[in-house]
Nanobody, 117 residues
Framework: QVPVAESGGGLVQSGGSLTLSCAGS????????MGWYRQAPGEQRDFVAL?????????ADSVKERFTISRKYAGNADTAFLQMNDLKPEDTAAYFC?????????WGQGAQVTVSS
């Protein structure tokens, strides 16, 4: 079983919107922090947003006011969502979801987001 499975992404025009989803592991339902990093070609992986098990959120300055992270419990696991609005060409990157618990990080497979100008 893949610990963290993400979906979403795609190609969108500048100013458009996309939503990424991240299905967490049932082992960490309700107890893990979830979030996203992104990595553009030739660049380092940068923090985007996170949401704690209690619902506290944090965002990178570059996405504040445009991106919203949320989570819900359904079935037997948490799913996190990253709603991305007013997308810009500089948001183009591979987005990696993660789940963090007890100092261990579990990464998703990545989802490509491409924003055309």
């Amino acid at each position: 079983q893949v610990p963290v499975a993400e979906s979403g992404g795609g190609l969108v025009q500048s100013g458009g919107s996309l939503t990424l989803s991240c299905a967490g592991s049932p082992r960490f339902a309700g107890i893990a922090t979830m979030g996203w990093y992104r990595q553009a070609p030739g660049e380092q992986r940068d923090f985007v947003a996170l949401i704690t098990e209690s619902g506290e959120t944090h965002y990178a300055d570059s996405v504040k006011e445009r991106f919203t992270i949320s989570r819900k419990y359904a079935g037997n696991a948490d799913t996190a969502f990253l709603q991305m609005n007013d997308l810009k060409p500089e948001d183009t990157a591979a987005y990696f979801c993660y789940e963090l618990y007890a100092g261990n990080v579990y990464w998703g497979q990545g989802a490509q987001v491409t924003v055309s100008s």
